[in-house]
Protein backbone atom coordinates (compact mmCIF):
# COMPACT_ATOMS: atom_id res chain seq x y z
CA UNK A 1 0.00 0.00 0.00
CA UNK A 2 1.66 3.02 -0.98
CA UNK A 3 1.03 5.72 1.89
CA UNK A 4 1.37 9.08 0.17
CA UNK A 5 1.04 9.22 -3.04
CA UNK A 6 1.83 11.59 -6.50
CA UNK A 7 0.72 12.38 -9.35
CA UNK A 8 1.83 12.69 -11.85
CA UNK A 9 5.17 12.15 -11.78
CA UNK A 10 6.82 13.53 -14.37
CA UNK A 11 5.28 16.93 -16.14
CA UNK A 12 6.67 18.51 -18.85
CA UNK A 13 5.85 21.63 -19.97
CA UNK A 14 5.69 25.05 -21.83
CA UNK A 15 5.89 28.37 -20.53
CA UNK A 16 2.94 29.68 -19.44
CA UNK A 17 1.25 27.26 -19.03
CA UNK A 18 -1.24 25.88 -16.05
CA UNK A 19 -0.58 22.79 -14.61
CA UNK A 20 -1.63 20.78 -11.65
CA UNK A 21 -0.15 18.04 -9.04
CA UNK A 22 -2.36 15.44 -7.02
CA UNK A 23 -1.20 14.26 -3.57
CA UNK A 24 -3.30 11.82 -1.64
CA UNK A 25 -2.02 10.05 1.75
CA UNK A 26 -3.60 7.24 3.19
CA UNK A 27 -2.18 6.67 6.50
CA UNK A 28 -5.20 8.95 8.11
CA UNK A 29 -2.70 12.15 8.72
CA UNK A 30 -4.69 15.40 9.73
CA UNK A 31 -1.68 17.64 8.03
CA UNK A 32 -0.26 17.91 4.66
CA UNK A 33 2.63 19.88 3.41
CA UNK A 34 4.24 20.74 -0.09
CA UNK A 35 8.03 20.95 -0.39
CA UNK A 36 10.08 22.07 -3.39
CA UNK A 37 13.56 20.33 -4.14
CA UNK A 38 15.82 22.35 -6.30
CA UNK A 39 18.53 21.32 -8.48
CA UNK A 40 21.03 21.43 -5.42
CA UNK A 41 18.62 19.41 -3.09
CA UNK A 42 17.56 22.18 -0.96
CA UNK A 43 13.92 21.45 0.30
CA UNK A 44 11.67 24.39 0.55
CA UNK A 45 8.91 23.91 2.29
CA UNK A 46 5.89 26.36 0.43
CA UNK A 47 2.48 25.55 2.49
CA UNK A 48 0.71 23.00 4.44
CA UNK A 49 -3.27 22.10 5.40
CA UNK A 50 -4.37 20.65 8.81
CA UNK A 51 -7.66 19.53 8.58
CA UNK A 52 -8.09 21.47 5.42
CA UNK A 53 -6.83 24.63 6.79
CA UNK A 54 -4.24 26.47 5.61
CA UNK A 55 -1.32 26.44 8.22
CA UNK A 56 1.47 27.45 6.88
CA UNK A 57 2.06 29.60 3.43
CA UNK A 58 5.59 30.65 3.22
CA UNK A 59 7.14 33.19 0.50
CA UNK A 60 5.36 31.57 -2.51
CA UNK A 61 4.23 33.51 -5.82
CA UNK A 62 1.17 33.49 -5.88
CA UNK A 63 0.85 31.85 -9.11
CA UNK A 64 0.85 28.74 -6.81
CA UNK A 65 -2.45 27.82 -5.39
CA UNK A 66 -2.53 24.92 -3.30
CA UNK A 67 -5.84 23.22 -2.62
CA UNK A 68 -7.24 20.37 -0.20
CA UNK A 69 -10.69 19.25 -0.84
CA UNK A 70 -10.02 17.17 2.08
CA UNK A 71 -7.38 15.98 4.59
CA UNK A 72 -6.55 13.13 2.89
CA UNK A 73 -6.06 15.40 -0.56
CA UNK A 74 -4.03 18.19 -1.75
CA UNK A 75 -3.51 19.33 -4.28
CA UNK A 76 -1.16 22.23 -6.00
CA UNK A 77 -1.75 24.82 -9.21
CA UNK A 78 0.18 26.46 -10.82
CA UNK A 79 -0.21 29.23 -13.14
CA UNK A 80 1.69 30.78 -16.14
CA UNK A 81 4.92 28.26 -15.40
CA UNK A 82 7.91 29.79 -15.67
CA UNK A 83 11.46 28.26 -16.36
CA UNK A 84 12.40 28.53 -12.36
CA UNK A 85 9.46 26.60 -11.19
CA UNK A 86 11.42 23.67 -12.72
CA UNK A 87 11.97 21.38 -9.73
CA UNK A 88 10.99 18.37 -7.67
CA UNK A 89 7.48 18.75 -5.70
CA UNK A 90 7.56 16.55 -2.75
CA UNK A 91 4.12 16.31 -1.16
CA UNK A 92 4.53 14.86 2.52
CA UNK A 93 1.77 14.22 5.48
CA UNK A 94 2.13 14.15 9.19
CA UNK A 95 -0.20 13.58 12.40
CA UNK A 96 -1.09 16.56 14.80
CA UNK A 97 1.23 19.61 16.05
CA UNK A 98 2.77 18.69 19.51
CA UNK A 99 4.17 15.75 18.82
CA UNK A 100 7.10 14.07 17.05
CA UNK A 101 5.36 12.92 14.44
CA UNK A 102 6.93 11.60 11.49
CA UNK A 103 6.63 13.08 8.21
CA UNK A 104 6.15 10.45 5.50
CA UNK A 105 6.80 12.07 1.89
CA UNK A 106 5.52 11.21 -1.60
CA UNK A 107 8.08 9.64 -4.74
CA UNK A 108 8.11 13.49 -5.90
CA UNK A 109 6.74 15.14 -9.07
CA UNK A 110 9.69 16.05 -11.75
CA UNK A 111 8.32 19.57 -13.17
CA UNK A 112 10.63 20.71 -16.62
CA UNK A 113 9.07 23.71 -17.49
CA UNK A 114 10.90 24.12 -21.37
CA UNK B 1 14.06 31.35 14.69
CA UNK B 2 15.13 27.58 14.82
CA UNK B 3 17.68 26.68 11.95
CA UNK B 4 19.62 23.29 11.27
CA UNK B 5 23.44 23.19 9.93
CA UNK B 6 24.45 20.24 8.62
CA UNK B 7 28.37 20.32 7.88
CA UNK B 8 29.62 19.16 4.37
CA UNK B 9 27.16 19.23 1.71
CA UNK B 10 29.69 16.31 0.41
CA UNK B 11 31.43 13.30 2.58
CA UNK B 12 33.27 10.80 0.63
CA UNK B 13 34.18 7.23 2.56
CA UNK B 14 35.38 4.03 1.99
CA UNK B 15 33.19 0.56 2.03
CA UNK B 16 33.74 -0.68 5.49
CA UNK B 17 34.52 2.58 6.69
CA UNK B 18 32.59 4.46 9.48
CA UNK B 19 30.61 7.13 8.22
CA UNK B 20 29.70 9.95 10.10
CA UNK B 21 27.25 12.95 9.36
CA UNK B 22 27.14 16.31 11.31
CA UNK B 23 24.00 17.65 12.61
CA UNK B 24 23.90 20.86 14.31
CA UNK B 25 20.46 22.66 15.57
CA UNK B 26 19.95 26.40 17.09
CA UNK B 27 17.13 26.09 19.90
CA UNK B 28 17.73 26.04 23.43
CA UNK B 29 15.22 24.26 24.20
CA UNK B 30 15.51 20.39 22.44
CA UNK B 31 13.49 19.56 19.71
CA UNK B 32 12.44 16.97 17.91
CA UNK B 33 14.89 15.56 15.77
CA UNK B 34 14.80 13.66 12.39
CA UNK B 35 17.66 12.11 9.98
CA UNK B 36 15.57 11.16 6.72
CA UNK B 37 17.50 9.28 3.76
CA UNK B 38 17.02 10.06 -0.31
CA UNK B 39 17.99 7.35 -2.79
CA UNK B 40 18.41 8.86 -6.16
CA UNK B 41 14.90 9.65 -7.63
CA UNK B 42 12.91 8.83 -4.61
CA UNK B 43 11.20 10.75 -1.75
CA UNK B 44 12.64 10.75 1.40
CA UNK B 45 12.51 8.29 3.99
CA UNK B 46 12.64 8.10 7.72
CA UNK B 47 16.09 6.83 9.05
CA UNK B 48 15.32 7.18 12.98
CA UNK B 49 14.09 10.25 15.01
CA UNK B 50 14.66 11.50 18.82
CA UNK B 51 11.90 12.81 20.69
CA UNK B 52 12.33 11.63 24.34
CA UNK B 53 14.24 9.59 26.73
CA UNK B 54 17.41 7.21 25.48
CA UNK B 55 20.12 9.63 23.70
CA UNK B 56 21.19 6.96 21.57
CA UNK B 57 18.62 6.40 19.07
CA UNK B 58 19.05 3.36 16.76
CA UNK B 59 17.65 3.70 13.24
CA UNK B 60 17.00 1.41 10.33
CA UNK B 61 19.89 0.23 7.61
CA UNK B 62 22.53 0.22 11.15
CA UNK B 63 22.27 3.92 11.41
CA UNK B 64 21.95 5.11 15.02
CA UNK B 65 22.40 9.24 16.04
CA UNK B 66 22.84 11.02 19.56
CA UNK B 67 21.38 13.55 20.91
CA UNK B 68 23.85 15.85 22.74
CA UNK B 69 21.79 19.01 24.50
CA UNK B 70 24.76 19.95 25.39
CA UNK B 71 26.50 20.41 21.98
CA UNK B 72 23.07 21.00 20.20
CA UNK B 73 24.33 18.33 17.88
CA UNK B 74 22.39 14.82 16.37
CA UNK B 75 25.44 13.33 15.03
CA UNK B 76 24.50 10.34 12.12
CA UNK B 77 26.75 7.59 12.52
CA UNK B 78 27.53 4.18 11.29
CA UNK B 79 30.18 1.57 12.10
CA UNK B 80 30.74 0.32 7.98
CA UNK B 81 29.50 1.72 4.89
CA UNK B 82 28.12 -0.15 2.43
CA UNK B 83 27.83 0.52 -0.86
CA UNK B 84 24.11 0.76 -0.83
CA UNK B 85 24.56 3.80 1.60
CA UNK B 86 25.09 6.30 -1.27
CA UNK B 87 22.65 8.65 -0.78
CA UNK B 88 21.63 12.28 -0.11
CA UNK B 89 20.78 12.62 3.92
CA UNK B 90 18.60 15.28 5.66
CA UNK B 91 18.82 15.95 9.20
CA UNK B 92 15.69 18.06 10.39
CA UNK B 93 13.96 19.71 13.76
CA UNK B 94 10.36 19.96 14.80
CA UNK B 95 9.79 22.54 17.86
CA UNK B 96 6.92 21.06 19.93
CA UNK B 97 3.16 23.03 19.24
CA UNK B 98 4.42 23.72 15.55
CA UNK B 99 4.00 22.00 12.63
CA UNK B 100 6.49 23.24 10.89
CA UNK B 101 9.76 20.91 10.02
CA UNK B 102 12.90 22.39 9.50
CA UNK B 103 15.59 20.75 6.99
CA UNK B 104 18.81 21.12 6.89
CA UNK B 105 20.57 21.93 3.38
CA UNK B 106 21.70 18.13 3.21
CA UNK B 107 24.94 16.01 3.16
CA UNK B 108 25.63 13.65 -0.03
CA UNK B 109 27.16 10.45 1.01
CA UNK B 110 29.90 8.64 -1.63
CA UNK B 111 30.73 5.27 -0.61
CA UNK B 112 33.92 4.41 -2.49
CA UNK B 113 35.16 0.60 -3.13
Known amino acids: DTAVSQTPKYLVTQMGNDKSIKCEQN?????MYWYKQDSKKFLKIMFS???????INETVPNRFSPKSPDKAHLNLHINSLELGDSAVYFC?????????????FGPGTRLTVL | AQSVTQLGSHVSVSEGALVLLRCNYS??????LFWYVQYPNQGLQLLLK??????LVKGINGFEAEFKKSETSFHLTKPSAHMSDAAEYFCAVKDSGTYKYIFGTGTRLKVLA
Open chain 2, 50 to 55: YTTGAT
Open chain 1, 27 to 31: LGHDT
Open chain 2, 27 to 32: SSVPPY
Open chain 1, 92 to 104: ASSQGQAGGGTQY
Open chain 1, 49 to 55: YNNKELI
